[in-house]
């Protein structure tokens, strides 16, 4: 019994833990999603912006970071492997140049 109500603790707070990062990025995006509104009112002020896009907005916003990241982060992978590759190949060189020289 100890055992579940243990189990059942953890289950409770890591659902906890899910819900408040939910709940920030949620107020990250209407952060964002307010700025882009006050900019697009602030180059065109006679437009009347829908007030229920902001959220929307600000979450896409958040998408495009993490796909912008994402990508540079592939990039950088890349760099990486063919590094490690060139360098590989230099090793298997340079053990091939010892044993035949």
Do not use: C
């Amino acid at each position: 019994m100890a055992q579940t109500a243990a189990d059942s603790a953890k289950r409770i707070s890591a659902q906890e833990i899910v819900d408040q990062i939910l709940a920030f990025i949620y107020s990250l995006g209407h952060l964002i999603g307010q700025g882009v509104v006050k900019l697009v009112v602030a180059i065109l002020p006679s437009m009347q912006f829908p007030t229920d896009l902001v959220d929307p907005i600000g979450l896409l916003a958040i998408l495009t970071i993490f796909l912008a990241v994402a990508a540079v982060a592939k990039k950088l992978v890349w760099i990486v492997v063919i590094a490690g590759w060139a360098l590989i190949l230099v090793r298997l060189i340079l053990v091939i140049v010892q044993n035949y020289v």
